[in-house]
Antibody
């Protein structure tokens, strides 16, 4: 069974940092681009970032460019999202997904930026 | 990065068909056949129901279909059922090697 499990969310102060992890299982992780998508509770989905299969190509939404970094460890079947200079506007549930044309999505991890 | 345009809400009675539109630009929806649709029930994780404009993943009912004309993609749900009620989002690949979602459409089954 294909499974994605996010972790690393929590409460962080404005200006702080957090690293999210997404552990994959049930498929050949190194064959798939991986994405992060976020959703403010009660609001819509927002695409955040993607990584190519080997991590050599990464792209970001304008809202996080320069602050967030996506990376992956194919030996550990895990993709990461390093989030720096966090603001209240980054408060959301963060999902990882196996491609935007494949799925599935993980259950999400909540990031709350507040003092 | 402006979101794709979707109607805020649509509704229909059981058994009817409804269509949700998703309007982008010549740089995203109009340029690529990489439009996906997701269904999200309250408190649940989004679920892929259409990819590449009109392809259905394994296990998705053939009541769900997708199409595209110009800069507008559409999701049609036929034979509407109570379990179809929820939020629907479109997403498109765009020229900057990024992706963009629509703002979402709330489907109410009357």
């Amino acid at each position: 069974e294909v499974q994605l499990v996010e972790s690393g969310g929590g409460l962080v102060q404005p200006g702080g940092s957090l690293r999210l992890s997404c552990a994959a299982s049930g498929f050949t992780f190194s064959n798939y681009w991986m994405h992060w998508v976020r959703q403010v509770p009660g609001k819509g989905l927002v695409w955040v970032s993607q990584s190519s299969t080997d991590g050599s190509v990464t792209t970001y939404a304008d809202s996080v460019k320069g602050r967030f970094t996506i990376s992956r460890d194919n030996a550990r079947d895990t993709v990461y999202l390093q989030m720096n200079s966090l603001t209240a506007e980054d408060t959301a549930v963060y999902y990882c997904t196996r491609g935007m044309r494949v799925g599935p999505w993980g259950q999400g991890t909540l990031v709350t930026v507040s003092s | 990065q402006s979101a794709l345009t979707q109607p805020a809400s649509v509704s229909g009675s059981p058994g009817q068909s409804i269509t949700i539109s998703c309007t982008g630009t010549s740089g995203d929806v109009g340029a690529y056949n990489y439009v996906s649709w997701y269904q999200q029930h309250p408190g649940k994780v989004p679920k892929l129901i259409i990819y590449d404009v009109s392809e259905r993943p394994s296990g998705i009912s053939n009541r769900f279909s997708g199409s595209k004309s110009g800069n507008t993609a559409s999701l049609t749900i036929s034979g509407l059922q109570a379990e179809d009620e929820g939020d629907y989002y479109c997403a498109s690949y765009r020229a900057s090697n990024t992706w963009v979602f629509g703002a979402g459409t709330k489907l109410t089954v009357l």
